[in-house]
């Protein structure tokens, strides 16, 4: 597996791999990986890719000021097993300094998509993944990215930036892997101790409510989303930022009856904001963002 540090590196190495013909996939990450992150790297194999970069970059552009940049978890010998262990072909992992450098004055600017949700609760959040995320489109130069559905606006974001920029890279979308107990993984999870792990539940059992609201007939987009609502606001170490219905394509606001939903949930849990989502969908159909799309 190599270890490239510069976006020179990362180039050469791309150039390299397409020179041999090879199918480059990307699965970029800010590290501290788990399980979710490793189904990325199958998700890149599955789709052809013979050579896989992973990206471990915490970047400091889609964090606002009192969020956890400084105490974001990290631990690189820890995430380089793992990728190996997981046949990762590369690691791409630059310095702050190599992807903003002294006079840095560029960013990419998603509009539609980006408000609302998370974009609503993080100002300029979206902005800094646009930005990090063309710049490793521009440096590794994959045929193929993935993306997880857990950041579920996050991955309409990419879809919307590569399509409007011309990328030319196909985005593949991948299903949310989750702890035994439902939570979604997260490196944020580290973050949770104790009686606030228990709580974090909250979120997946109150999609699995709607869930179980939809499966039963319930197609009210606004009794769908109240019962997912309703698990987060009982839990007392929980405070709900937003619990919303909203299209699974093209992530519109939704009300009355719908045939699919995506019901998405941010909540503070203790130290973590954490989010969590389930597309809801008539069996047979599949509305959801995964799989791979050219765009
Ligand atoms: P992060 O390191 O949190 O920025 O995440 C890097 C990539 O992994 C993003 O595309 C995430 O959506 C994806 N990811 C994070 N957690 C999960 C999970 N539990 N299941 C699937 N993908 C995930």
Redesign the pocket.
């Known amino acids: 597996m190599e270890l490239l540090r510069s976006p020179a590196a990362m180039r050469d190495w791309s150039d390299g791999r397409r020179m041999l013909g090879e199918r480059i996939g990307l699965?970029?990450?800010?590290?501290?990986?788990?399980a979710?992150?490793l189904?990325?790297v199958r998700v890149a194999r599955d789709r052809g890719c013979a050579a896989v970069v992973a990206s471990i970059f915490v970047n400091p552009a889609q964090f606002g000021p009192g969020e956890d940049f400084g105490k974001y978890p990290r631990d690189e010998e820890r995430d380089l097993a793992m990728l190996a262990e997981g046949g990762t072909s590369a690691v791409y992992m630059p310095g702050v300094g190599d992807m903003y450098p002294d006079g840095y004055q560029t960013y990419v600017e998603v509009t539609g998509v980006s408000q609302g949700l998370c974009g609503a609760a993080r100002p300029g959040h979206f902005r800094g993944v646009a930005t990090v995320v063309a710049k490793l489109f521009l440096a590794a130069r994959p045929h193929v990215a993935?993306?997880?559905?857990?950041?579920y606006q996050?991955?309409a974001v990419i879809r919307a930036m590569t399509r409007d920029l011309d990328f030319g890279v196909e985005i593949a979308g991948?299903?949310?892997?989750?702890e035994a107990d439902g939570l979604?993984?997260?490196?944020r999870n580290a973050y949770l101790q104790g009686d606030d792990r228990t709580a974090a539940r909250c979120l997946s059992r109150g999609l699995s409510r709607a869930e179980e609201r939809f499966a039963g007939g319930e197609r009210d987009a606004e009794t769908l989303v109240a019962a997912a609502r309703k698990e987060v606001e009982a839990e007392p170490r929980a405070s709900l930022d937003y619990a919303e219905g909203r299209d699974p394509r093209t992530l519109s606001p939704l009300s009355g009856r719908v045939g699919a939903i995506t019901i998405l949930l941010a909540a503070k849990v203790g130290p973590a904001r954490l989010i969590d989502n389930r597309t809801l969908e008539n069996a047979g159909k599949s509305h959801s963002q995964g799989g791979t799309r050219a765009c």
């Open positions: 699965v970029p990450t800010m590290g501290y990986l788990h979710g992150h189904s990325l993935v993306f997880g559905e857990k950041d996050q991955l991948a299903p949310i892997v989750r979604a993984m997260s490196s």
